[in-house]
Nanobody, 121 residues
Framework: QVQLVESGGGSVQPGGSLRLSCAAS????????MGWYRQAPGKQRELVASSIISSDRTNYLDSVKGRFTISRDNAKNTVYLQMNSLKPEDTAVYYC??????????????WGRGTQVTVSS
């Protein structure tokens, strides 16, 4: 089992910044990918950003490109999401996500409990 603990959510005005953190209970190098999803009220959960551990390749939702940055601290088994120029439409619960490849190539997914981000004037 891999536990993911998020922190850093909160309320901010439009144009502001927040940094989310997600600490994994396992070595980050045992994971295939870590990332962030979000879910706004009445909407489906969507991938915001992800980072493939072995290659450092990152992927972003089009609407956050240039504003959000995903990064890692491997020594702390932690992934971050730096969110700048926040917009009201970024308001959502943000979930940390990790995937691990188990024996027999089974892909296991882990989720954090989520942290609320509210962008409002």
């Amino acid at each position: 089992q891999v536990q993911l603990v998020e922190s850093g959510g909160g309320s901010v005005q439009p144009g502001g910044s927040l940094r989310l953190s997600c600490a994994a209970s396992a070595s980050i190098f045992s994971l295939y990918v870590m990332g962030w999803y979000r879910q706004a009220p009445g909407k489906q959960r969507e991938l915001v950003a992800s980072s493939i551990i072995s290659s450092d390749r990152t992927n972003y939702l089009d609407s956050v490109k240039g504003r959000f940055t995903i990064s890692r601290d491997n020594a702390k088994n932690t992934v971050y999401l730096q969110m700048n120029s926040l917009k009201p439409e970024d308001t959502a619960v943000y979930y940390c996500n990790a995937r691990k490849i188990l024996p027999d190539n089974v892909l296991r997914t882990y989720w954090g409990r989520g942290t609320q981000v509210t962008v409002s004037s």
